[in-house]
């Protein structure tokens, strides 16, 4: 470049209070739908971590009005600012837009005794749908996981591009390597309309790929950021994915990755109860079983026997008739005939047996045996 050019252009940034080596970078112009939200990342130097940085509205810098401050004010109306000296990006948030939202803006950071640095966008809101935006701004996914965005954009005029905000970018059609991460771009048409959706898809996410990317289609480009946590427990890899069904034929759809070892991790514990439980209640039922055993096992047998014979008193008797002869010393003769004839023949002996049975108790002692002879004796 010339020598009088590069004097002129230090001039001009004097004049505007700006710095020559601009070191913040954003988007170059975005278009909103009235009634939307939209938010813009503003990416500076680290040496500008601890400076306060600010948003402005106007076509040039000189005259352009402060909207908000990271210091004071940090919101404003539907306007806010936050800062995150991590990764190095202020970003501002309009919320509920209206058509008289749009305009020129600045993102700027204040720098002590020397010029402010600065870079301005275009801000277009349309009642209609815009030529190039988002379902959301906002992806969150997983190391090693992988996150798809949908850029939907009304006209051709051009190819789609995906970018890393202040790193290189993909072109439609091409599947490469972009920050260690592979990225693939797929471009179909609507059937409905005459729009176009262009699907990015990141896969094998790392740490690092934490940043704002963007959606470019022309001159209009969509600020997108993406989230890339450590893998958990209770966290699942999203993808969203186009399905040609309604709403222009294209929905966005998500899909859990990681719900089986989240399930396993919820049964272990109930699972583990109820063995537990079963074990308490083995245990238990062997002992009140052993302890039924003892107890049967001590108790005294009942001996007892009842006797048949104890029912029953037995008496037996016999009587007999002896008749005595002469030669046991008696004299026939003295007597006359009282002993001539014999008063007991022999046919005249009686035998009897008397039985009697008495109940008894069961402990009662055993009845005596009587034995009884009578014997009838002559004189």
């Known amino acids: ?37 939209i938010t813009i990342p503003c990416l500076y130097d680290l040496r500008y971590s601890n400076n306060v940085k600010y948003w402005c509205r ?37 919320r509920r837009l209206s058509s008289s939202d749009s305009d020129y803006y600045w993102c700027i950071v204040e720098r002590k005794n020397e010029a402010d640095d600065g870079v301005s966008l275009q801000i277009s809101v349309t009642p209609g749908t815009p030529e190039l935006y988002v379902d959301q701004q906002e992806l969150t996914g997983v190391v090693g996981g992988s996150v798809t965005m949908l850029c939907y954009y009304s ?22 390597d ?50 890339v946590n450590q893998p958990s427990t209770t966290q699942s890899t999203i993808t969203i994915t186009p399905s040609v069904t309604n709403r222009d034929n294209v929905v966005t759809n998500e899909n859990t990755d990681a719900k089986h070892q989240s399930l396993l991790e919820v049964l272990f514990i109930p699972l583990s109860l109820l063995v537990v439980l079963i074990a308490v209640t083995l245990v ?17 047998p009942n001996t007892s026997v009842q006797s048949a014979d104890s029912e029953q008193n037995i008496t037996y008797s016999t009587v007999s008739h002896t008749r005595r002869t002469a030669q046991q010393g008696l004299n026939p003769e003295s007597h006359g005939d009282f002993y001539g ?20 108790q069961p402990n009662a002692a055993k009845p005596d045996v009587v034995y009884s002879t009578v014997a009838a004796h002559q004189r």
Not at 10 to 18: D, E, Q
Not at 20 to 26: A, F, G, H, L, Y
Not at 161 to 167: A, D, H, I, L, Y
Not at 285 to 296: F, V
């Open 1 to 37: 470049m010339a020598p009088h050019l590069l004097l002129v252009m230090r001039i001009l940034f004097f004049l505007t209070g700006l710095s020559d080596t601009q070191s913040v970078s954003t988007v170059s112009h975005v278009s909103v739908k009235q009634g939307g939200s």
């Open 58 to 94: 106007g076509y040039y810098w000189l005259g352009c009005s402060t909207v908000v401050r990271t210091d004071h004010p940090k919101t404003s109306g539907n306007t806010s600012i936050s800062d995150d000296i991590n990764q190095r990006v202020f970003t501002v948030t309009m």
């Open 155 to 176: 006209k051709l005029g051009g190819s789609g591009r995906w970018c890393r905000m202040g790193g290189s970018c993909v072109a439609v059609g091409h599947s490469v």
């Open 178 to 227: 972009l920050d260690g991460t592979f990225v693939k771009l797929v471009q179909e048409q609507r059937e409905t309309t005459n729009g176009y959706v262009l699907m990015v898809t990141m896969s094998g996410l790392m740490m690092e790929n934490t940043g704002w990317y963007r959606c470019e289609k022309g001159k209009l480009q969509m600020p997108v950021h993406v989230t």
């Open 284 to 300: 238990t039922w062997k002992m009140l079983r052993k302890h039924k055993d003892k107890k049967a096992k001590d108790q005294p």
């Open 341 to 360: 004839t014999d008063p007991f023949p022999d046919d005249a002996v009686t035998y009897s047996t008397v039985v009697t049975k008495n109940k008894t």
